[in-house]
């Protein structure tokens, strides 16, 4: 049988960090090899599993400040932007393949990201659900076929305590419909309404946020026309969802060339359906 591949998680303590943790244990194919949190975090020392609510897994959370010092395969980073683009280094410095969860970077962010994918394989998705990313092709084939006929809007729904908006999910939707409709996202996108709006542009798309309570994470595009509406929805209604498909693109991962990847290389449906 062959080795398992050594998993590193970093924001062990988090919303997600905690669900990746417990994915991990449940893969035989990968080993629980390092956890990291923020330097400071009262989570650093406790076992990661326990603090997953599994069973004891034998690795304590470390600082991500002694990175450096551990031997991963795989880096698994569900945090914030600034400290995903921090543990990029560490990544490279050590040959390890690095999955990002996270979102809501910046261009000067995103270009760090590309810098290291020419050293070591990165796979970095939005959303790690199957379901989003098959959705993904089928928002791709309705934009095509339906044409500008029909009004375009994402609205995406999450928990009280996300941080940015309009979601990674939302926003590379938004990218996969203009790209199909031979646009640009950054020249057609509506972020917000309010007051005298004056009637919907044509060629727009449109992103609605809604923010509130436990919701895992909701995503629907909406194909307006006339006489007709075409609503195409994915609901998470739980993080082993991303978590699980995580988990399988670090398995994916540790064997590939240095390269940018997302969750369709590692499903096998990456080629883009004409
Ligand atoms: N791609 C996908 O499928 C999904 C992506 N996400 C994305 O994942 C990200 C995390 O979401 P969520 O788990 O809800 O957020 P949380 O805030 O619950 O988790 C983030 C964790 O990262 C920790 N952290 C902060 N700084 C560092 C650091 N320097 N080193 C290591 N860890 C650090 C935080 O610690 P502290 O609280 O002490 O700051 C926290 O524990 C978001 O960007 C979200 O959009 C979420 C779900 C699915
Ligand atoms: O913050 C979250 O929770 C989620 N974030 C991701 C995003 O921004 O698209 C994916 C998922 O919907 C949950």
Redesign the pocket.
């Known amino acids: 049988m062959a080795k398992p591949v050594k998993v590193a998680i ?10 990746l943790v417990i994915a991990c244990l449940r893969n035989e194919a990968l080993a629980l090899a390092a956890a ?8 650093i020392g406790r076992d990661a599993g326990r603090l997953a609510g599994a069973d004891d897994a034998g690795v304590a959370v470390d ?3 002694d ?1 450096g010092d551990r031997d991963f395969d795989v880096l698994v ?8 683009v ?2 990029l280094g560490d990544c490279v410095a050590a040959g390890a393949a690095i999955v ?5 970077f910046d261009d000067t962010q995103l270009e760090r990201i590309d810098a290291a994918a020419e050293r070591i394989a990165v796979v970095m ?5 199957a379901g ?1 990313n098959l959705s993904l092709k089928l928002l791709e084939m309705a934009a095509k076929a339906l044409g500008d006929s029909f009004d375009i809007e994402v609205l995406e729904a ?2 009280r ?4 908006a309009p ?3 939302a926003l590379r939707m938004g990218e996969v419909l203009a790209e199909a409709t031979g646009r640009e996202l950054s020249d057609c996108a509506v972020y917000a309404r309010q007051g005298h709006t004056g009637e919907r542009e044509r060629g727009t798309i449109g992103f609605q946020t809604l923010r509130g309570g436990d919701i ?2 909701e995503h629907t595009v909406l194909f307006a026309g006339d006489g007709e509406r075409l609503e195409i929805t994915h609901k ?1 209604s739980s ?1 082993q ?3 699980g ?2 988990m399988r693109a670090a398995g994916w991962a540790a064997s590939r060339p240095p390269g940018r990847y997302d ?1 369709n290389d590692v499903l096998g449906i990456a080629e883009r359906a004409d």
Request: proline content about 6%; some cysteine; hydrophobic content about 35%.
């Open positions: 970093n924001g062990a303590a988090g919303r997600m960090g905690r669900e990291f949190e923020a330097p400071g975090s009262e989570a600082s991500a400040a990175r980073d569900f945090t914030r932007p600034a400290p995903c921090e543990a990002i969860g996270t979102t809501g998705a939005p959303n790690f659900s989003v999450h928990h305590h996300k941080v940015d979601s990674g999910t895992v994470g998470a993080r969802t991303f978590a498909g995580a969750m």
